[in-house]
């Protein structure tokens, strides 16, 4: 089974993706943060992000995210002039503000958005397109009108985050909800949230059997080694994932400081990845990482914290 790195904004970008091929591997493709055009424009900073020239991961699909064809084409159009051949069309995001612009998972209750989006993908012959969705924004029945539309479209596949837009993360994952999409949708599919260990992932391979995979987000975000734990069917010790956060990090931090200047962009940057890696670390050390003020004292508490992991 495939194991796919999840688009997470303000995490998993240039810097996190080429530190963690490096370090762990046991990624079979890697997601981009999404893209958007918005005011007459792409953001500079997704454009670096994708930029072949700061990306050191070949498996790379950049995301995107559009409410219609004339917001999709001038991001087709960069990604196009890149090199890349894969396009992921977000319909998951569920932050309020992506929503209302029925971005993300605000284009599920609007089956004509998404026929028209469809159509446009049949058009790229240069482009194959794969799609990541929820259920729902606001009801488990969205993804049914729209499941005759996406069958029919030319899609690599499909990857299905079972829970709602509503809901963000803050309700368990519907799995009874996914294996009715499993059975219905004829793309492959791709299972997403709520994997955190290597028993998660055997546990939801086991269930549905044809799965041509699973993304891994937050589960990656606390342990990068998930992947690898799953190549080995075998899961680290404290000792092994601490070593390796420890050189992930400074390889971050090498690649960060020359840009970064000053406390607050280092630390703005690097503290919240913490919030989530290691979560079984002790939590005083954690705090202290956490509650730093300077780059020397969060270094400090970086090398206290790994050393007692």
Known sequence: MKIYSAPLQGY?????????ILVYGGIDGYYTPFLRYEHGEI???????????????????PQIIAATPDEMRPLLELIANEGYTRVDINMGCSFPLQVRKQHGAGL???????????????KCTNISFSVKMRLGCNSKEEWKELMPILNDAPLRHITMHPRLGIEQYKKPVDVDAFAEFYAACKHPVIYNGDLNTLADIIRIEQQFPKLKGVMLGRGLLANPALGIEYRSGQELVNIEKGNLARRMHDL???????????????????KPYWEYLLPDMLKRDKKAILKATTIEKYL???NDA????
């Open 12 to 20: 998993t970008e240039a810097v996190w993706r080429n530190s963690h």
């Open 306 to 309: 790994l050393a007692e992991y």
């Open 252 to 270: 971050m931090q090498r690649e960060l400081s020359p840009r970064l200047q000053g406390n607050t962009q280092f630390l703005s940057k690097m």
């Open 43 to 61: 953001r500079n900073k997704d454009v670096r992000d994708v930029e072949r020239k700061n990306n050191t991961v070949d498996s790379l699909v």
């Open 300 to 302: 400090q508490a970086v």
């Open 108 to 122: 599920l209750p609007h089956s004509n958005l998404v026929a028209g989006l469809m159509k446009e993908v049949a």
